[in-house]
């Protein structure tokens, strides 16, 4: 069952449409969408209208997304209205335009997940928590293979070191009830996404979840990585009332515009940043950097240093997309105006 009711805040944006239902996109593939409702599944397309009003990538339904829809139509309803989104994890589209790509939308926690076998890349976890902060859901960093780690407490403590303020949890493949460290993430109404590398064990975890082995997965390659299996976004009912959202493995995860998640990711760098003499300064040969004292006595090492300051020139790329900026406020405009309307727990 992939809900019960409407979520607290949206049934003030579902009288806006009348004669239009209710749904949450479920699947998405090649500008076809599988949506749900109460009264079960269908195949959606957008309108015509629609898709003439889009302005950029991310104005057209993504997995997780809360939509109107009309289902009077026949076998194909018909998308006439995204609503507004709590949160979107956003990267730039693989190769080299300057589009963006929505991973997914509505997430309440997004687990970063990496293997600790021949995946295991801080530098890639800190680009993944950078966007992960930029989303607006909380990031958990899951640590997958743990059968396959030869020193679990060196690896750990790296990862408590670009981690900070992060829940880190640790599960086998081995171990069908290693679930168990994710079920405080699981309540009624809650989304979950798994994001990560090909062959981390996303759709491992997500079987576990399940209780059944319903998505496909392979073992691991001659080279001690696991194969990519997942080959589209899906949003996917638990037991006890919870969502997964599986993602297919990404080759690449670019920065798009994320200056907040920036600073949440590398909160360490920024608080040295600050005392430093001059406000520009580039951590580089300016008399009174703070961010070079620090590496020299040992605090902060260059590789993250190096690390922060090639994110936010990949970052800055885009602070010239006028129409992505745009975009943007807009998206964090109707996140506010969301958030405002859901009850808050007393």
Known sequence: MYWK??????????????GLSFCRVIQQEKGLYQIVSPSGTRQARVSGRFQYDAKTAS???????????????GDMAVIHRVLPRKSVFLRKAAGSAKTEQIVAANVDTVFLCMALNNDFNLRRLERYLSVAWDSGAVPVVLLT??????????KLALVQGVATGVDIITVSALERDGCQSIAPYLAEGKTLAFVGS?????STLTNALLGEDRQKTNGLRGDDKGRHTTTHRELIALPGGATVIDTPGMRELGIWDASEGLSAAFADVDALAARCRFKDCTHRTEPGCAVRASLERGELSEARLLSYQKLCAENAWFEDA??????????FKQIAKLTRQIPRKK
């Open 322 to 331: 006028d129409a992505y900026r745009t975009a943007k406020e807009k998206k």
């Open 145 to 154: 293979k743990a059968d396959l780690c030869d020193d679990l407490p060196a």
């Open 59 to 73: 104005d057209f339904p993504a997995v997780g997304d809360y939509v109107m829809a009309d289902l009077t139509g």
């Open 5 to 18: 009711s409407i979520p607290p805040g949206y049934e003030a944006f579902c009288s806006e449409y009348p």
């Open 198 to 202: 090909s062959g981390v064990g996303k």
